[in-house]
């Protein structure tokens, strides 16, 4: 029997020892989409940087555990996180071309970060990018390489982040509102991408956001966030067309939907 790549049990997370996340319970197993959803201040966010040890100086998970292929994330030293975030763990933000530096070339800051963990060489790395950019159905990566992120545009960067997170290959993605800040083709045709990397690399995927379309469209399992709580937990079936909770069915109630072509 197969063993969950991620486990989550009691989590209790708190900024300035206030609660934002408290009594979480769920598991990702290899390979599974898992999407979060709920509205803004759900706690949704809060989870995946709970898990990756993104908090900040004013969080910290202060109760449960996170078990990360059966090993507690909570007993890891920050040195240890940082390591497995990129190998085991990538992330990928709502705004990704935020993150880059503006005045570099993409691929040499995504040089800078593989060397982090890898001693290649710029030529191997650059053949990665173009392999994962195919993988993508993006014909022109040798241009995207070669720009800086202000001559891209905003969904073009939000590629760079997915293929920047998944260079390496990790066991775990974790996306936080990855498509919120693109129009909706542009969303569908990220959320496709997302899907093509989950089956041809094996990944765990958690996606976070505010629209059940999303999910709807990639997940395996759905778990509805309220108020820092799980609201309901299970297939994606079960959730979006037998929901038990009125705050789901208000959720389902917003659903934008996206082109399945």
Do not use: W
């Not at 990756?52 to 910290?60: K, Q, R, S, V």
């Not at 800051?109 to 195919?134: K, N, P, T, W």
Request: glycine share 10%.
């Amino acid at each position: 029997m197969k063993q969950p790549l991620l486990k989550l049990e009691q989590v209790e997370i708190c900024y300035r020892r206030t609660p934002a996340v408290h009594g979480l319970t769920f598991e990702v197993m290899p390979g599974e989409i898992l999407g979060i959803v709920g509205e803004s201040g759900s706690g949704k966010s809060t989870v995946i940087k709970g898990i990756i040890g993104l908090l900040g100086n004013e969080g910290a998970v202060t109760e449960g555990k996170i078990y990360y292929k059966g090993k507690d994330l909570l007993h890891r030293t920050q040195e240890e996180l940082r390591k497995m975030r990129g190998p085991e763990m990538g992330m990928v933000f709502q705004n990704a071309g935020a993150s880059l530096c503006p005045i570099r070339k993409i691929e040499d800051q995504l040089y800078e970060a593989v060397i982090q963990h890898e001693h290649v060489s710029r030529g191997e790395v650059r053949c990665r990018a173009m392999d994962l950019f195919e993988k993508m159905k993006l014909s022109d990566g040798s241009r995207i390489l070669d720009s800086y992120p202000f001559e891209l545009s905003g969904g073009m960067n939000q590629r760079v982040g997915i293929m920047m997170a998944m260079i390496l290959k990790p066991a775990l993605l974790l996306a936080d509102e990855p498509t919120s800040a693109l129009d909706v083709t542009i969303q569908a045709q990220v959320v496709r991408e997302m899907i093509n990397l989950r089956d041809t690399f094996g990944t765990s995927i958690i996606i976070v956001t505010h629209n059940i379309g999303v999910v709807e469209r990639m997940a395996d399992n759905i778990a509805v966030m309220c108020q820092g709580q799980l609201a309901e937990y299970g297939t994606k079936h079960e959730v979006i067309h037998s929901p038990r909770e009125p705050y789901t069915r208000k959720l389902l109630g917003a659903v934008l939907r996206l082109n399945r072509g």
